[in-house]
């Protein structure tokens, strides 16, 4: 049987994806697929629906590894600290060794709201703060007030706890403020 044409356009993203050393933006992906920016939003919408590990990055999209065999530690870690210190927040981070994966805020009437942020090192944060400040955005942690959540990643355990260790001796852990 012949395959649809959007069955072969999402084979070739998850292609192009796997293959990928960088996230890539929907528009480079609808250039390489030949369809609009639009086609391929509701391309990445399908194929996370059959559980394709795909997230959206402020970079573009990224097609997560396969688990390993090496041991992943994520913890979630709550944070507090004005729009001004969003990079310097980042930099402790993810020179501690972790990933942020996201950003996560409650809201008071939509409930919570979820970010990917999927930074790993100094290229990427600056890349992810560009963006905001070039698109005029806010943070997600200015609709609370700084209160934010942080999913964070690493492989080493001890990865985890520098960065704790170095975001409460910075002041941005909320636990720490009250």
């Known amino acids: ?16 994806l796997t293959t990928a050393v960088n996230p890539i933006k929907g ?20 194929l996370k629906a059959k ?6 990055t402020s970079q573009g999209y990224i097609l997560l590894p396969e688990q390993s065999d090496q041991p992943h530690f994520v913890k979630q870690i709550a944070c507090h600290h004005g729009p001004a210190d969003s990079k310097e927040e980042l ?7 972790v990933t942020v994966m996201d950003v996560t805020v409650e809201h ?30 806010s943070f997600l942690s200015e609709l609370t007030g700084g209160i934010h959540l942080h999913k964070i990643a690493a492989n080493k355990e001890q990865s985890i706890h520098i960065a704790i260790k170095e975001m409460r001796r910075k002041g941005f852990l909320a636990e720490d403020v009250y």
């Open 51 to 56: 559980d394709i590990p795909i997230v959206a």
């Open 91 to 97: 930099y402790t981070l993810v020179d501690a060794g």
């Open 108 to 137: 008071p009437v939509y409930g919570e709201i979820n970010a990917s942020i999927m930074v790993s090192n100094r290229v990427e944060v600056d890349d992810f703060i560009r963006e905001v400040e070039q698109s005029g955005a």
């Open 27 to 46: 528009v480079e992906l609808a250039t390489q697929t030949g369809v609009s920016r639009q086609i391929i939003v509701g391309d990445i919408t399908l």
């Open 1 to 16: 049987m012949k395959k649809k044409p959007g069955d072969v356009r999402r084979e070739k993203i998850l292609e192009i």
